[in-house]
């Protein structure tokens, strides 16, 4: 069956991201089986649902009728009869291996022969979750970014047994949501969650050696760079428990690669409870009351905190296009669109000057002697031949 506005669509996991999933396909004119294990969580969806919706009413966005239509058609379900016929089914469930292969395997026996079935796992790898089915071939990663019916980036893994046709008519359904996707391979945090490393790390790295603290290097970001949060601002955001998780994942998934090693100021934040907004502290404190230190607005520091976080942000866009993870214009569009990036890494290094990347990457190279600070080979390869990412 290939898929079309008939499609009838199955999502599993009424959570954060499989209750926008199920929105965004109700909005978009499918039918809409969304199912949990817990009762309480498919309620707490529909509340969820009715209220986001509602308050498109409200500011004029949309009207009664159509926000009627959406969620007439989505069906909150107990149990997985209905998606007997499903054309196309979305897992959202909890980030463990095993419940979601279990929950495939089950899914498999119940779902017509040709329905496609996608994962929106974040950190586990395609080829494990994909070996629980009979049929693989029609099996990929879909990875929303949250919240899925705002985030234009969708980042679509194929498997090493995912068919071919399976990802393409999976890449421009999707596009067909008026989304952006992405290819990528199945390596670890695909491309968002891999690029996007040093961001944290670095800015996490500057403020250990005492270089500057969390508001002067957040000011630097904003002010100099123009990036919408500061680094330790997003990690309280994302809660330094979440963030925290990614970099320890993708630094053992790499095999310890030293450009991904988690800071020791996180996990003593973790470890103490101070998880960020969620909890009231992290790197700042929150509530009414709440006062923080002031950044340092010293232009010549910094220029210096952004240049190095700059160059390692480049350099890791750098590797994900030469170890063939994503095309570069794929790696941009993922930054800008996934994490709101202000200009794609590598349209930036173009403007900065490849030559002008790699002499910050050498000095901090020098400087430390560390294989974290290693120049990818193809920004060496690039200034070698006098070469830009883009043509023009
Ligand atoms: N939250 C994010 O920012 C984000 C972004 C991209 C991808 N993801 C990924 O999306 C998936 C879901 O994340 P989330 O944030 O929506 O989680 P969530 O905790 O909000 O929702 C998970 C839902 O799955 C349900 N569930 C758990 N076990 C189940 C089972 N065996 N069968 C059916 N339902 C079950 C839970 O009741 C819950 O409603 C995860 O794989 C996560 O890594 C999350």
Not at 6 to 14: A, E, F, M, Q, R
Not at 175 to 186: F, I, M, N
């Amino acid at each position: 069956m290939s898929l079309d506005k008939n499609t009838t669509v199955g999502v599993v996991g009424s959570g954060t991201m499989g209750s926008g999933i199920a929105q965004i396909a109700a909005t978009y004119g499918h039918d809409v089986y969304l199912f949990d294990a817990f009762p309480e969580q498919l309620q707490k969806s529909e509340d969820g649902l009715v209220g986001i919706l509602n308050r498109q009413v409200e500011k004029n966005r949309m009207t009664k009728d159509e926000v009627d239509e959406i969620l007439s058609r989505i069906h909150f379900v107990d149990h997985l009869n209905d998606f007997k016929t499903c054309g196309l089914v979305f897992e959202a469930i909890i980030e463990d291996l095993d419940t979601k292969k279990d929950q495939f395997a089950r899914l498999e026996a119940i779902v017509p022969g040709d329905c496609i079935l996608a994962t929106n796992t974040s950190s586990l790898s395609i080829a494990s979750i994909s070996s629980s089915l009979d049929k693989p071939g029609r099996f990929l990663g879909v990875h929303f970014f949250n919240p899925a019916p705002i985030m234009k980036l969708v980042e679509i893994i194929p498997g090493i047994t995912t068919d071919e046709s399976v990802r393409n008519e999976v890449k421009s359904f999707i596009d067909g949501w008026e989304k952006t996707t992405v290819l990528t391979t199945d390596t670890p945090g695909f491309i968002v969650n891999r690029v996007a490393r040093p961001f944290y790390g670095e800015a996490l790295r500057i403020y250990e050696e005492g270089i500057a603290d969390p508001a002067t290097i957040d000011w630097a970001m904003k002010e100099l760079g123009e990036f919408r949060m500061g680094p330790f601002e997003l990690m309280d955001l994302i809660g330094n428990d979440v963030n925290y998780k990614v970099t320890e994942t993708v630094f053992k998934e790499f095999y310890y690669d030293p450009r991904f090693k988690p800071s020791f100021a996180q996990k003593r934040l973790v470890e103490a409870g101070r998880l960020g907004r969620k909890s009231g502290i992290g790197f700042y404190k929150y509530g009414k009351t709440a006062e923080n230190p002031e950044p340092v607005k010293d232009r010549e520091l910094g220029k210096k905190i952004l240049y190095r976080i700059l160059a390692m942000l480049i350099n890791e866009a750098c590797d994900a296009v030469f170890m063939n993870v994503a095309t570069a214009e794929d790696v941009d569009l993922a930054m800008t669109n996934g994490v709101n990036y202000p200009r794609g890494l590598l349209k930036w290094a173009d403007e900065i000057g490849p030559s002008t990347v790699l002499d910050w990457m050498s000095a901090l190279q020098v400087e430390y002697r560390e294989d974290r600070y290693r120049p990818n080979p193809l920004l060496k390869r690039k200034v070698r031949n006098g070469e830009l990412f883009y043509e023009s």
